[in-house]
Structure formats: C-alpha cells, structure tokens
C-alpha cells in the first residue's frame, strides 16, 4: 500500500525558514513525478513544487527564489525547503505522487503556521 507520510510544519515567524519532508512507502521517489501542493483556508489546493522522475523542478510564481525542492533517493524521501516565509505560506500542505502503477497519490498533510 502506497503511502506518502508529511513531517515537519509547524509555526514560524515571518521570514523564518521550514523544511518539509515526505516519507513514502511502497513506491520509490526517485521513479515518480513528486510534488508538494497546499491548501490554505477557504482556498483550492494549489500545486507549490514538483520534481519529476528525470530530476526537472517546477515552481509556482508565488514561490520561486524562496522554497526548494529536493529528494534524496537513499532515504526516499521529498523535501520542500522553505526559506523567507510569508503569512501568505500559511497553509496545509500535502505531498502528492503521480504514479505509473498506482494513479495518484496524497500524503495526510502537515500545516504550516506563519505568524509573529
């Protein structure tokens, strides 16, 4: 059973800096499309950053220069390094994997506070 397992949100003030992970299990990240979307109050969920099978990353406009994605293959596992947050970030954010063998699939999220 495919499952993608967020960690690391949490509440940081303006301008601090998060890293997200996604755990996944029964499939390997570094063979599927990744990517990070988020949901924030009364709004659509919204794709923030993918990472394809060949490594080609993809931003949303109101992260770039900020946010990274990264994966490391031996621990298959994603990241979303978060750099000068803004209360806007303030979100859930869910890990997604775009899978050949099993469809589509979404991690349960973690939330993400930006706040003073």
């Known amino acids: 059973q495919v499952q993608l397992v967020e960690s690391g949100g949490g509440l940081v003030q303006p301008g601090g800096s998060l890293r997200l992970s996604c755990a996944a299990t029964?499939?390997?990240?570094?063979?599927?499309?990744m990517a990070w979307y988020r949901q924030a109050p009364g709004k659509e969920r919204e794709l923030v950053a993918s990472?394809?099978?060949?490594?080609?990353?993809n931003y949303a406009d109101s992260v770039k220069g900020r946010f990274t994605i990264s994966r490391d293959n031996g621990k298959n596992t994603v990241y979303l390094q978060m750099n000068s947050l803004k209360s806007e970030d303030t979100a859930v954010y869910y890990c997604?994997?775009?899978?050949?063998?099993?469809?589509?699939?979404w991690g349960k999220g973690t939330l993400v506070t930006v706040s003073s």
């Open positions: 997604n994997a775009n899978t050949r063998v099993y469809g589509v699939k």
């Open positions: 029964s499939i390997f990240v570094s063979s599927n499309d």
């Open positions: 990472i394809t099978r060949g490594g080609s990353t």
